[in-house]
C-alpha cells in the first residue's frame, strides 16, 4: 500500500481561471504563484469551510477543519481559492481511497507539488469519509488528497518514510455516493506513471486511463 506519489490532473475543459493562463506564461511567473514565505497556522481559516468539488459522478461537498490541521486548512483553502484542482482526474481509485491532486498542467505541478507543509500531529482518525493529504515522508504534504471510502483508522499511527500517521484535514459532508461511484477500474496502476502524470500531464492519463473520473469547478462556500 503506497501513500506516497499520489498525483492528479486538470485540463480544464473551458476558460482557465485567469492565475492558470498567467501562472503557464513563464517558470518565473509559475514560481510566484506559490508564495516564498513558509505557511504558518495564522494562515488558517479560523473556522470549518466547506469546498464544493463537481464531479463527473455528482457534487462532493468537503468540509475542512482547521482544529484537525490548521496548516493542511490553510492549504487547501489557498489551492481551491486558485481553483488549482479544476479538470483535475482522480486517478487512484480503490476499494479504500479515491485520490486526487495533480492540477494536470505541469508547469503548476512542479511548483506545488513540490512545496511541501511541516508535518502536523494526527488529531482526527482516518474514519470513512474523512480526508487527508498523501504524503512521502517528512515535509511533503503538499496539494494530494485522498478520500477514505472505508474505514482506514490504520493509517492514524502508521510509520511512513520517517514520518507516523496521515493527519486528517477534512470529512466528506455530502456527495459521498459519488465518490462511491468513482472509476476504479484502473485500481493503483496510474501510481506507476507518476513521472509521466507529473511531466506530461492530462495529456498522457487521458491517453492512458481515459475512464477517469474528473473535477470540474472547485468553490469555497
Avoid at 482547521?66 to 482522480?90: D, K, N, T, Y
Wanted: charge should be negative; charged fraction near 20%; glycine fraction near 12%.
Amino acid at each position: 500500500m503506497a501513500l506516497e506519489r499520489w498525483h492528479h490532473a486538470s485540463d480544464g475543459g473551458g476558460l482557465a481561471p485567469r492565475w492558470r493562463v498567467a501562472c503557464i506564461l513563464g517558470v518565473a511567473v509559475v514560481a510566484g504563484c506559490a508564495g516564498g514565505d513558509d505557511p504558518t497556522a495564522d494562515d488558517a481559516p479560523a473556522e470549518p469551510f466547506t469546498v464544493r468539488f463537481e464531479t463527473t459522478k455528482g457534487p462532493v461537498d468537503i468540509e475542512f477543519v482547521p482544529e484537525w490541521s490548521p496548516l493542511g486548512a490553510a492549504r487547501v483553502h489557498e489551492l481551491a481559492e486558485m481553483g488549482f484542482w479544476q479538470g483535475a482526474r482522480i486517478y487512484r481509485v480503490n476499494e479504500r481511497y479515491a485520490q486526487f491532486g495533480y492540477s494536470g498542467t505541469p508547469a503548476l505541478d512542479s511548483v506545488w507539488i513540490s512545496a511541501g507543509l511541516p508535518d502536523e500531529p494526527t488529531r482526527a482518525s482516518n474514519s470513512r469519509g474523512t480526508v487527508s493529504f498523501a504524503r512521502g515522508g517528512p515535509g511533503t504534504r503538499s496539494a494530494i488528497l485522498f478520500v477514505n471510502r472505508s474505514d482506514n483508522t490504520n493509517l492514524d499511527e502508521l510509520p511512513w518514510n520517517g514520518v507516523v500517521g496521515f493527519p486528517p484535514v477534512g470529512r466528506v459532508v455530502g456527495g459521498m455516493e459519488a465518490i462511491d461511484d468513482f472509476h476504479d477500474g484502473y485500481g493503483d496502476e496510474p501510481m506507476q506513471w507518476e513521472d509521466s502524470i507529473a511531466a506530461v500531464g492530462n495529456a498522457f492519463l487521458d491517453r492512458a486511463y481515459p475512464a477517469l473520473d474528473s473535477i470540474g469547478d472547485v468553490t469555497i462556500r
